[in-house]
């Protein structure tokens, strides 16, 4: 049994052993956590493919931000590597499963408890797997999948309720599921009712950054969108935000969503920002700003658009919401 280390013997060892195909059945899954991991094996080599299925949709749904970052992972981000469907027939599956293969043949699998969830596999959970070798795994994923949709697929949103973010992470009353018609502000409203913060985008005089912040990239050889979030001390000094080894997801109020991590300096990290490319941050907010592709980003411009700061919500340690509406 493993109970030390899972995610580097569970889910990194496998694949440096030379696997090539990584079938997940969990019952809760996150989006943040997918790209973490889909991120680190492509630094080991490219040919892996991913199959995920998420099982307690039927009787839970799933948060808006998930659905969406799952929909970029599979049809942008990861194309070529990762597919995420949902089980949408009753009962629900609360399996969590792990299949490794190599040359399409069984190579390791694991079973227990850890859903495929960065909290799951951190030391802020306990968790176990244990290392199997019945063959009937795969027949019981290929069961599930039988009766699942894939994230992306037209008919999902009809077969699976897809919930706004503050109702799923607070257990609110079905009323405010979310639907194809939903506009924005009904789906998100002001106050979130979760652990909130307010962070300036001006530097610490209360002036705009020359080559920091919203204009880190503004010199030579560098992509001119190339930005990030300078947290206050007492901010990047609290448990707001994970420590700079987490991805998170933030969901924004125009319904855009920005994988992100902390960046700088200590394992703190004292920033924010889009670890993909550094440019989606700067390139967000310059067009929130209605400037174009790259440019310089003074204060001016923030006080004409009507605010220089943003807020977080909290939902969890992999999902939070910003605010810079007006």
Not at 5 to 11: E, G, P, S
Not at 150 to 177: A, M, Q, S, V, W
Not at 276 to 290: K, P
């Amino acid at each position: 049994m493993i109970y030390e280390n899972l995610y580097h013997q569970a889910l990194i060892q496998p694949f440096q052993d030379g696997a090539d195909q990584l079938k997940i059945v969990s019952g809760y899954a996150t989006s943040a956590m997918a790209f973490h991991h889909l991120q680190e094996i492509k630094e080991i080599r490219d040919n892996l493919n991913v199959s995920l299925l998420v099982g307690m949709c039927p009787s839970d749904g799933i948060s808006i931000s998930n659905h969406r970052g799952f929909q970029k992972l599979m049809s942008a981000d990861y194309k070529n590597d990762f597919r995420c469907s949902y089980i949408f027939n009753k009962p629900p599956v609360h399996s969590k499963i792990y299949i490794w293969s190599k040359d399409e043949k069984p190579f390791k699998c694991f079973i227990g408890s850890a859903n495929y969830t960065q909290m799951a596999f951190s030391s802020k959970q306990r968790e176990c797997l244990t290392d199997i070798t019945d063959s009937n795994v795969l027949h019981y994923f290929d069961l599930l999948e039988r009766e699942s949709i894939f994230c992306d697929h037209p008919d999902t949103e009809g077969l699976i309720t897809i919930y706004n973010d503050k109702h799923y992470y607070r257990k609110h009353t079905r009323e405010d599921i979310i639907s194809p018609s939903t506009t924005v502000n009904e789906a998100v409203p002001e106050e979130i009712g979760c652990e909130k913060i307010v962070v300036s985008l001006l530097g610490r005089n209360g002036e705009m950054q020359n080559r920091g912040g919203l204009n880190w990239g503004q010199r030579d050889g560098r992509d001119h969108n190339q930005a990030y979030i300078q947290l206050p001390p007492e901010v990047y000094r609290s448990d707001f935000f994970p420590t700079r080894s987490i991805h998170f997801t933030i969901q924004t109020d125009d319904n855009k969503q920005l994988m992100c991590t902390r960046a700088q300096k200590s394992e703190e990290g004292q920033a924010i920002e889009t670890p993909q490319n550094n440019s989606l941050i700067g390139e967000y907010f310059r067009h929130r700003l209605g400037l174009s592709s790259g440019a310089f980003v003074t204060k001016q411009h923030l006080e004409k658009y009507g605010r220089t700061n943003v807020a977080f919500y909290k939902f969890d340690d992999e999902n939070y919401y910003m605010d810079f509406s007006i």
